[in-house]
């Protein structure tokens, strides 16, 4: 169930909206990669980082709610952030090479379509069984 899951993010919303980290992002012309040669291993890994990515801003969105006060609010998006750089970290990604690849792939179709191409095969591969 939790392939399906995480599949559906995939499809839905790696291409249209990517999960860009404001509180993190630096320049981001700066860090733009004019390169849209990136190896499937790093597109995976922009994939699998861009999954949990999405999972923190879920949590945070789902918390944010219940949160009383401004100072518990700002708590929550610090340990958010944390997260975030951690699911980067275990990724082989920085903010910025996140960010550029995330933009990189955003303005160019072909390289949107390869992307997707690898989450399907990539939790498709996830769903065999074992």
Known sequence: MQNIWIKSII???LLSVF???PAMAQDQQSAVDDKA???NDEL???I????GIYQVQQQIAS???NMESEE???ELVVAANQQMEQVLQSNGLTADEYNAMGQTIQGDTQLQEKVNSIAVELFQLDEEPQ
């Open 11 to 13: 499809i839905i919303g």
């Open 19 to 21: 999960c860009v980290m």
């Open 37 to 39: 040669d990136y190896t």
């Open 44 to 46: 995976k890994s922009f």
């Open 48 to 51: 699998t980082a861009n999954v």
């Open 63 to 65: 918390q944010m709610p």
């Open 72 to 74: 518990q609010k700002q």
